[in-house]
């Protein structure tokens, strides 16, 4: 099946600081999703992704869907302790197709 | 809105006993649930495609017999583990499409499965 590769798989920071983390794949896709999953939870969407070279914000986060259709990259701004979990790139092929999952990025904040 | 619920949040059963799982969308009909296992600090893989009135699709190396899954109404879903083992332990969750445009899914909280 279909694999997205995430990097870094993690990341250790300090409070305030700006994260980046990017999603990739080898084929082409029209939709791209990011989440984030606190422990024990089920995953949260964060921003969705439907265009090409699409820029989009929310909040302090901040995705980029990839002009080749084969990548995006997730930042988050200022980070706070809350930030802390798993974030997930998701793939769909289609409205209302299944999902892929990425391997995830697991981000630990230090206050 | 597009509140998924699921129920129990966690279950702890015997080998060899069945467990069932639901899975509700509280605010909105879903024509579609997907079932999706994690195993721990792994990502989710989808199980299957449930929709409302007819079988559901499994993904490759699931097997359906095991894993029953009932699709009955709009607003509900249900996966039954049957005959568990220790190696079904897992973080089980749960998916809706709302139907608007653009799709997106909505997850409910999971459910946490030890099978002693």
């Known amino acids: 099946g279909q694999q997205l590769n995430q990097s870094p798989q993690s990341m250790f920071i300090q409070e305030g600081e700006d994260v980046s983390m990017n999603c990739t794949s080898s084929?082409?896709?029209?939709?791209w999703l990011w989440y984030k999953q606190d422990p024990g939870e089920g995953p949260v969407l964060l921003i969705a992704?439907?265009?090409?070279?699409e820029l989009t914000s929310n909040g302090r986060l901040t995705a980029q869907f990839g002009i080749t259709r084969k990548d995006s990259f997730l930042n988050i701004s200022a980070s706070i302790p809350s930030d802390v979990g798993i974030y997930f790139c998701?793939?769909?092929?289609?409205?209302?197709?299944?999902?892929?999952f990425g391997t995830g990025t697991r981000l630990a904040v230090r206050p | 809105g597009a509140v998924v619920s699921q129920h129990p949040s966690r279950v702890i059963c015997k080998s060899g006993t069945s467990v069932k799982i639901e899975c509700r969308s509280l605010?909105?009909?879903?024509?579609?649930m997907f079932w999706y296992r994690q195993f721990p600090k792994k990502s989710l893989m989808l199980m299957a495609t449930?929709?409302?009135?007819?079988?559901?699709?499994?993904e490759q190396g699931v097997e359906k017999d095991k894993f029953l899954i009932n699709h009955a109404s709009l607003t509900l879903s249900t996966l039954t583990v049957t005959s568990a083992h220790p190696e079904d332990s897992s973080f089980y969750i749960c998916?809706?499409?709302?139907?608007?445009?653009?799709?997106?899914?909505?997850f409910g909280p999971g459910t946490r499965l030890t099978v002693l």
């Open positions: 998701a793939i769909s092929s289609g409205s209302g197709d299944k999902l892929t």
């Open positions: 084929s082409i896709f029209n939709t």
């Open positions: 992704l439907y265009k090409a070279g």
């Open positions: 605010d909105f009909q879903a024509t579609t």
């Open positions: 449930s929709n409302e009135g007819s079988k559901a699709t499994y």
């Open positions: 998916s809706a499409v709302t139907g608007r445009q653009p799709d997106t899914q909505y």
